[in-house]
């Protein structure tokens, strides 16, 4: 009561503010935390979906980012990750098959785009030709069997006939975070990546590339699912709300992805 009382001098409050400021103190006391396995493509749409979900809710996300096939094993092998945003949809179904993802909560939240990209304007053509012409050493994409991005470029190349031929420049990355990191810093001419590593607000943000073709592979269907571990988790359960909400599917559009 005296609390009650101090707050009301202090501030002069009507009744109505009163109750809206001590509605306000009570979701800042019920916020709470989750820990979230990230696919490497969703790096910077999701860092500015965390920052929006922590300014609308109250609640922080702990985002970690790799490879979908790196976290299916640390899942496994029991990390306290509560959500998982995958670069597939198989492998949330898998957890969700194996009781370690929560029946019913799984959903598509973004189809994600291959491109060939290199920071050198130009070298690229709107046709990926430059992979027949050659006058490039190395090609980086990431490892096919971790990363649905990687598989999807050795689809790609398999159906351009160019599998064999190429082969031999390849630069694998861990992770399609690690394989922008080999062409952003040149270590590679240029390499398969995300759109949404090169592509912002519309635009291409440097140097060329080619938008492979969606027939060229499987569609890149990504995937979340609440874990085991999330299922009292206030904030884990908001973020998958949230993330099908407007804001964040908004945001998500701005990097290239389809909803």
Not at 39 to 64: C, V, W, Y
Not at 175 to 198: H, R
Not at 215 to 240: C, E, R, Y
Request: net charge positive; with cysteine; glycine share 10%.
């Amino acid at each position: 009561m005296t609390f009650f009382v101090t707050l009301t001098r202090y501030f002069s409050l009507t009744p109505r503010v009163l109750g809206l400021a001590l509605c306000g103190m009570s979701a800042a006391s019920s916020a709470a935390e989750v820990s979230v396995a990230v696919a490497s493509n969703f790096t910077a749409p999701m860092q500015k979906i965390a920052r929006a979900f922590e300014q609308d809710t109250g609640h922080k996300a702990l985002l970690a980012f790799g490879a979908t096939g790196g976290f299916y094993a640390q899942i496994k092998n029991g990390a306290p990750f509560q959500v998982l945003l995958a670069a597939d949809k198989e492998t949330p179904a898998r957890l969700e098959k194996e009781g370690l993802g929560l029946a019913g909560t799984r959903f598509t939240y973004a189809i994600g785009k291959l491109v060939l990209w290199s920071k050198q304007p130009g070298l690229v053509d709107d046709k990926g030709d430059v992979l027949r012409t050659g006058g490039f050493d190395k090609l980086a994409l990431a490892n096919p069997k971790l990363a649905p991005y990687g598989a999807a470029a050795i689809e790609t190349l398999t159906k351009l006939g160019l599998l064999a031929q190429l082969q031999p420049k390849f630069v694998e990355g861990a992770n399609i975070g690690q394989t922008y990191q080999f062409v952003a810093s040149e270590n590679a001419a240029l390499g398969f990546v995300a759109l949404s590593q090169v592509f912002a607000d519309g635009r291409l943000t440097q140097g060329s590339a080619w938008m492979v073709p969606a027939s060229f592979h499987a569609p890149i269907q990504q995937d979340a699912v609440l874990l085991k571990t999330g299922k009292d988790n206030a904030a884990a359960s908001a973020l998958m709300a949230y993330l099908q909400g407007d804001k964040a599917r908004a945001l998500i559009r701005a990097y290239g992805y389809d909803l």
